[in-house]
């Protein structure tokens, strides 16, 4: 049996919200500021380093991996 890590699901089921369009915009800022805090938005497709951008020039969101 594989062990699970609770973190990583967490993240993961964040994601599939997000991408199934059933997360509030405040949610969607806390979600990419952790992508951020992570370095994940930068890893992850185009989209998501594309949309960590415009929050971070939107002074949403603050780019913490400089």
């Known amino acids: 049996m594989v062990a699970e890590n ?11 919200r997000y991408e199934n369009g059933i997360m509030s915009e405040e949610e969607i800022v806390v979600l990419f500021q952790e992508l951020m805090n992570t370095g994940m938005a930068w890893k992850l497709q185009g989209h998501y380093g594309r ?6 020039e939107r002074g949403c969101c603050e780019n913490t991996n400089v």
């Open 6 to 16: 609770k973190s990583e699901n967490t993240m993961i089921d964040k994601i599939i």
């Open 51 to 56: 949309t960590a951008m415009y929050l971070i």
